[in-house]
């Protein structure tokens, strides 16, 4: 193994490190790097970092603090003038497209951008200006970049449709968090009182936005409960902006005693392990980070059929149960699928595996110098 002197230094940049997939693929990269021999930094431009008592004791993290995002510009580009990196390691727009700075102002550095979203379904509601913008900072300011990585098939072809340079373009999927995260872990009371005596749990795990369709996902337990007459429960972690008008749905259907809502857990592992069924709602994904957790401990997955990310993962069904995007008796019927017919748990596992995070490290360490 190399060590520190001969391995070239790393700085992820990041908006902040709360709580959501690529602030843990971040966390699990830092890691793993640090490990093999990297000095690691990570930089975030806003001042959130829930990630922190997992990272490695090694790893440096760095806030700007700025709470004008435009400030930020300046903030960064002074940061990285005072600190020569080999390695900088952008993630998602519109910072990556920020850090172009890092080729004028530190031009012997690597540049890689990571982009973890399908940018045409996330700001498809914004209006023709901004998309506009959008696609020609992308196809201006991605040339920058010395590699770019897209974490699925999908978000690679979408990055393509914005003129990105193709040849620069790797597709290298997002690693599995290993411990402390996926370990044993402890448990909340007052979730753990509530799922209790439950003969069916199912769980689903994101932010509540928009984007994860949680209220397609309560319509289809509408099915199950109110119109099927089936016994079971549903744990949503997670907390956001959709929370009130998911609340008011819950109620609306009367599944206060089917739905519940407790938010974050620093650990869902242990919430995995006591459900039959992981699902996701989601009506698009960049990748799906919570279907390899769950994977992980040898629970099934349902998952809507999205443009990219999730089937990857599961191979068209192979590893996993398929449902139409926003259609809650597809969903539903997908779940009672699943659980009359459960994939085994040592193929699943064995899946997982794919994404191992030594196996995905030894991909960036070939665009890393």
């Known amino acids: 193994m190399q060590d520190f002197l001969t391995k070239g230094t790393v700085c992820f940049l990041s908006l902040d490190m709360g709580y959501g997939g690529a602030e843990k693929v971040i966390a699990t990269l830092s890691n793993e790097l640090v490990r093999s021999g990297r000095e690691v930094t990570i930089v975030t431009v806003l001042d959130q970092n829930d990630f922190r008592h997992v990272l490695d004791s090694r790893i440096t993290l760095h806030s700007l603090s700025i709470k004008n995002f435009k400030m930020s510009f300046f903030s960064l580009c002074k940061f ?73 098939n999908g978000v690679q072809d979408d990055l393509i449709g914005y003129g990105a ?31 209790k005596n439950s003969p069916i749990n199912l769980v689903a795990i994101g932010q509540l936005i928009k984007a994860k369709n949680f209220l397609n996902l309560i319509k289809a337990i509408d099915i199950l409960v109110n119109q099927n007459k089936q016994k079971l429960k549903l744990l949503i972690l997670g907390d956001g902006e959709e929370r009130v008008v998911m609340e008011e749905s819950i109620k609306s259907y009367n599944l206060e005693n089917s739905i519940f809502l407790p938010g974050w857990v620093d650990d869902p592992i242990p919430y995995l392990r006591l459900s039959d069924l992981l699902i996701l709602s989601s009506d698009y994904e960049g ?42 008796p597809s969903l539903a019927n997908s779940i009672n699928i699943a659980l009359n017919h459960p994939l085994p748990e040592e193929r699943l596992m064995s899946r997982a595996l794919d994404f191992a995070p030594d196996k995905i490290i030894q991909q960036y360490e070939k665009i890393l110098i």
């Open 287 to 328: 990748f799906g980070l919570v279907i390899l957790e769950a994977l992980s401990v040898g629970v099934n997955v349902v998952s809507t059929n999205c443009k990219t990310g999730p089937s990857e993962i599961l191979k068209d069904g192979e590893f996993g149960f398929l449902c139409k995007v926003a259609n809650a």
């Open 165 to 195: 340079p193709r040849d620069k373009i790797s597709v290298i999927y997002n690693p599995l968090m290993p411990s402390p995260l996926n370990s044993g872990g402890s448990f909340d009371p007052e979730i753990l009182g509530w799922i």
């Open 80 to 152: 990285i003038y005072m600190n020569r990196f080999d390695n900088f390691i952008a993630n998602i727009w519109p910072l990556t497209v920020f850090s172009f700075l890092v080729r004028l102002v530190s031009p012997k550095a690597n540049l890689i951008y990571v982009e973890h979203c399908i940018l045409s379904e996330q700001y498809k509601h914004k209006n023709s200006i901004f998309r506009a913008l959008q696609k020609i900072s992308i196809s201006i300011f991605y040339r920058f970049a010395h590699h770019i990585v897209s974490v699925s």
